[in-house]
């Protein structure tokens, strides 16, 4: 049987043991809860803009937080650089060398941020081409309406180049220049070679001239008749013409359907009214007319130009209601 004095050396081992393992498990329990609190403290420091997608739904299912970095957005419309004016157009830029090639200054190497800011470019694009639409037309209808008054005008330019034709320009008379006045003080120069006397100079006599006096033409009497007046008449089937003459005369007709013309011969009858003239859209069937003198001045040869086929209906002279003139009657109808 052991005494109290060999039991004691066994029982001070045992305290030392108990002390060192009570002090060595309380820094691990420290460090465990130190790195609890952090792990706590890490998930309250999230950014603010990650925490605000991670959202709650009406269900009372959590939002997952969105991956690291996709809160930095591209820059969206209107944000790239470029300029509008008051109206809503882009403004002119001044040209800036080799970078204007450059649409984008910050290199991306993400893919998707790279696709974002390039959907925001195309989009930017597009909006500038629709604000630009409205002028585009705007212009297109004004061209069309300047080649429609080109050609109107095309049309007026002809039919006055036609009249002027046969109007020839007044001769203008230019006044013979008046001699220079002579110089004051002014000495005759001296001839380097001397003249002959007067007459050494004076030539023979001419003789007198054998050519036969010449004979003059005697001037063309004008004629008697005369046409003072063209008239034109629109009726529901036809179109009249009137030649006012001042007497009963004989004329003829000539309608050439291919040429689309029709010619009054008057062989005896002068033409006394305006010598060309225009219709325009006063008659659907005539567009001109243009007299000339025939028969060595005796006559007149009338031809009027028709805008499409036309047959006669009736031709007759009749005698004026007044004094002794006479009207030459044509009647053209549509085909």
């Not at 061209?143 to 049309?155: A, H, R, S, V, Y």
């Not at 007709?253 to 689309?260: G, I, N, Y």
Request: glycine residues 8%; charged residues 20%.
């Amino acid at each position: 049987m052991s005494s109290p004095w060999t039991r004691q050396p066994h029982f001070r081992c045992g305290a030392m043991l108990y002390k060192y393992v009570k002090w060595s498990a309380l820094p691990a329990l420290c460090l465990l809860l130190l790195s609890a609190c952090g792990g706590q403290d890490s998930k309250d420091s999230r950014p603010k803009s990650t925490a605000a997608v991670a959202g709650t739904l009406d269900s009372g299912d959590v939002l997952a937080p969105l991956p690291p970095g996709t809160d930095i957005r591209p820059p969206a419309t209107g944000t790239t650089g470029l300029q509008n004016t008051s109206e809503g157009l882009p403004a002119l830029q001044p040209p800036r060398g080799v970078n204007s090639v450059q649409l984008f200054e910050k290199e991306l190497r993400d893919p998707d941020e790279r696709l974002d800011r390039l959907e925001n470019a195309v989009q930017e694009l597009r909006n500038h081409f629709d604000s630009l639409s409205p002028s585009v037309v705007r212009l297109v209808a004004i061209e069309k309406d300047i080649q429609n008054l080109i050609g109107q005008l095309e049309i007026l330019v002809e039919e006055d180049s036609g009249q002027n034709q046969t109007q020839s320009p007044p001769q203008m008379m230019t006044a013979p220049s008046a001699a220079p006045p002579p110089l004051a003080n002014s000495e005759p120069l001296p001839l380097r070679n001397e003249l002959p006397p007067a007459e050494a100079l004076a030539s023979p006599p001419a003789a007198p001239s054998t050519l036969p006096p010449e004979t003059m033409s005697p001037p063309v009497a004008p004629s008697e008749a005369e046409v003072f007046g063209l008239r034109v008449g629109e009726h529901p089937a036809k179109t009249r013409i009137v030649l006012d003459v001042s007497k009963k005369v004989s004329y003829g007709l000539d309608l050439d359907t291919e040429e689309k013309i029709l010619v009054v011969e008057l062989p005896e009858t002068g033409w006394g009214a305006p010598e060309t003239k225009t219709f325009g859209k006063d008659s659907p069937l005539l567009s001109s007319y243009k007299a000339s003198p025939s028969n060595g001045g005796k006559g007149t040869l009338l031809i009027l130009q028709l805008k499409k086929d036309a047959r006669l209906l009736s031709e007759s002279i009749i005698k004026a209601e007044q004094g002794n003139g006479a009207r030459i009657v044509i009647d053209l109808g549509r085909p």
